[in-house]
């Protein structure tokens, strides 16, 4: 700390005092404390705080003293919550001043202020590292590193955080639909024929392949999912966290295939069996198909559903349990009905439970293929509950559902306004 003497200093926040070593101020997590340690001069100090004591080496803020406790709980147990009987506003407003943003909350709370911050229609623009104009020109040693790999990681993964970003996301979304198209036209009759050949012919397409048109694609495409993939790694906070991320496993089980697949057809060669069957090539190469699913980083309707599938997994785990016993029971009595007993007329259709099971599924979903039904009285009595008892048992959980998809949805849309507006702000510089 190069202004005010001794070996350590006091914040004062609404009447609360702390006391630190100069050494601490220097990697404090709070932004605003950590400045403290590069102020020149009393000018400095104030441009920072509210006041400044020069004998008893004292810094007051005249901010919520309970409030900047819960700050203090989270710089040392890593845990920041609200503080109780508080607004979440306030809360937050406490939390953009000392240099915390709302991603530092524990998950719950983000929930809440997410919630609170979409009925309100409230923006808290974050501060600069700088604390505006004023400090502009003086920022802690490692400030600029740091703030441009957050600004590469909100380029990669914020779609609406920036013009750069907003490029970045048509560009993977257009290779996306390429890719899409590829595969799909790979399907067609015309492109399957060389599957015919012989094994010399298929060996001398399949090493050919890569140089055609379709090949040439293929191999851009995935060049980019890659390049995009490895830099999103590079540039993340927690590597472990970016591993475990379902959207990341997706990506990568997009990719391997590709390079599985080239490794394959470097390695077998002319490999008689393998290029006769192919099977294992062809199921690698439709694991493409997950391509699909990246769009889900750029648009807010295929991430409120995974979100809602997440936060709903126990009434989905419901769902499926109303399903099962609805099958075990009514694929019983079927079976037995229609083919169980001996009235003279037997439904091979329902032979077994397990191919009953088939018409009880397709009977409480309404959807009716009509390949197998009851023939009997008893049996379509029995069809007609079965039917009923589907739409009922089907139409519990969808309110829990639908409300859970209805918050998503806003959390997420408000999310993206947040972004939006920030990206506003950097088309009128």
Same mark, same amino acid.
């Given at each position: 700390?190069?202004?005010?003497?001794?070996?350590?200093?006091?914040?004062?926040?609404?009447?609360?005092?702390?006391?630190?070593?100069?050494?601490?101020?220097?990697?404090?997590?709070?932004?605003?404390?950590?400045?403290?340690?590069?102020?020149?001069?009393?000018?400095?100090?104030?441009?920072?705080?509210?006041?400044?004591?020069?004998?008893?080496?004292?810094?007051?803020?005249?901010?919520?003293?309970?409030?900047?406790?819960?700050?203090?709980?989270?710089?040392?147990?890593?845990?920041?919550?609200?503080?109780?009987?508080?607004?979440?506003?306030?809360?937050?407003?406490?939390?953009? !001043?000392?240099?915390?943003?709302?991603?530092?909350?524990? !998950?719950?709370?983000?929930?809440?202020?997410?919630?609170?911050?979409?009925?309100?229609?409230?923006?808290?623009?974050?501060?600069?590292?700088?604390?505006?104009?004023?400090?502009?020109?003086?920022?802690?040693?490692?400030?600029?590193?740091?703030?441009?790999?957050?600004?590469?990681?909100?380029?990669?993964?914020?779609?609406?955080?920036?013009?750069?970003? /907003? +490029?970045?996301?048509?560009?993977?979304?257009?290779?996306?639909?390429?890719?899409?198209?590829?595969?799909?036209?790979?399907?067609?009759?015309?492109?399957?024929?060389?599957?015919?050949?012989?094994?010399?012919? /298929?060996?001398?397409?399949?090493?050919?392949?890569?140089?055609?048109?379709?090949?040439?694609?293929?191999?851009?495409?995935?060049?980019?999912?890659?390049?995009?993939?490895?830099?999103?790694?590079?540039?993340?906070?927690?590597?472990?966290?970016?591993?475990?991320?379902?959207?990341?496993?997706?990506?990568?089980?997009?990719?391997?295939?590709?390079?599985?697949?080239?490794?394959?057809?470097?390695?077998?060669?002319?490999?008689?069996?393998? /290029? @006769?069957?192919?099977?294992?090539?062809?199921?690698?190469?439709?694991?493409?198909?997950?391509?699909?699913?990246?769009?889900? @980083?750029?648009?807010?309707?295929?991430?409120?559903?995974?979100?809602?599938?997440? @936060?709903?997994?126990?009434?989905?785990?419901?769902?499926? +349990?109303?399903?099962?016993?609805?099958?075990?029971?009514?694929?019983?009595?079927?079976?037995?009905?229609? *083919?169980?007993?001996?009235?003279?007329?037997?439904?091979?259709? !329902?032979?077994?439970?397990?191919?009953?099971?088939?018409?009880?599924?397709?009977?409480?979903?309404?959807?009716?293929?009509?390949?197998?039904?009851?023939?009997?009285?008893?049996?379509?009595?029995?069809?007609?509950?079965?039917?009923?008892?589907?739409?009922?048992?089907?139409?519990?959980?969808?309110?829990?559902?639908?409300?859970?998809?209805?918050?998503? !949805?806003?959390?997420?849309?408000? @999310?993206?306004?947040?972004?939006?507006?920030?990206?506003?702000?950097?088309?009128? *510089?």
């Amino acid at each position: 700390m190069n202004f005010g003497r001794g070996p350590s200093v006091v914040l004062n926040v609404g009447g609360t005092r702390y006391s630190f070593s100069r050494e601490v101020l220097k990697d404090f997590p709070l932004r605003r404390v950590s400045r403290l340690h590069g102020c020149l001069s009393e000018q400095d100090v104030l441009e920072v705080c509210d006041d400044y004591d020069r004998e008893r080496n004292e810094y007051f803020f005249d901010r919520h003293s309970e409030a900047f406790g819960f700050i203090m709980l989270y710089v040392r147990h890593g845990h920041l919550r609200f503080v109780p009987h508080m607004c979440e506003l306030s809360f937050y407003n406490e939390m953009i !001043y000392w240099g915390l943003e709302g991603s530092h909350l524990d !998950y719950c709370c983000q929930r809440r202020l997410d919630d609170r911050m979409s009925e309100t229609c409230t923006y808290y623009p974050a501060e600069e590292p700088n604390g505006g104009p004023e400090g502009k020109g003086r920022r802690p040693p490692g400030t600029e590193g740091r703030k441009w790999l957050e600004r590469m990681r909100r380029t990669f993964e914020e779609p609406t955080s920036s013009v750069a970003a /907003q +490029v970045l996301a048509t560009v993977s979304i257009l290779f996306v639909i390429v890719s899409m198209v590829v595969l799909c036209a790979s399907t067609l009759p015309e492109w399957r024929a060389p599957e015919n050949r012989s094994v010399e012919e /298929q060996s001398r397409y399949t090493a050919e392949s890569v140089r055609e048109p379709s090949g040439i694609i293929e191999a851009i495409c995935i060049g980019w999912f890659t390049a995009e993939c490895i830099v999103r790694f590079i540039v993340s906070k927690n590597k472990c966290e970016f591993v475990r991320r379902p959207l990341n496993i997706i990506d990568l089980l997009a990719i391997t295939p590709y390079y599985i697949s080239v490794l394959m057809t470097v390695f077998t060669g002319e490999n008689s069996q393998l /290029q @006769r069957a192919g099977v294992t090539l062809r199921v690698l190469r439709m694991m493409r198909i997950f391509w699909v699913i990246k769009l889900a @980083r750029h648009f807010i309707g295929l991430q409120t559903l995974g979100l809602t599938l997440k @936060r709903c997994y126990r009434e989905m785990v419901m769902l499926l +349990v109303f399903i099962c016993v609805a099958m075990a029971i009514f694929s019983a009595l079927s079976q037995l009905l229609e *083919n169980g007993l001996d009235l003279g007329t037997k439904n091979k259709d !329902y032979a077994s439970i397990p191919a009953a099971c088939w018409w009880v599924i397709i009977s409480m979903t309404t959807v009716g293929y009509g390949d197998m039904c009851p023939i009997t009285v008893p049996g379509r009595i029995l069809g007609g509950i079965c039917v009923v008892s589907g739409i009922v048992l089907l139409a519990l959980p969808i309110t829990f559902i639908y409300h859970s998809f209805v918050q998503c !949805y806003h959390e997420l849309k408000f @999310r993206s306004a947040r972004y939006s507006r920030s990206l506003s702000a950097e088309f009128l *510089n």
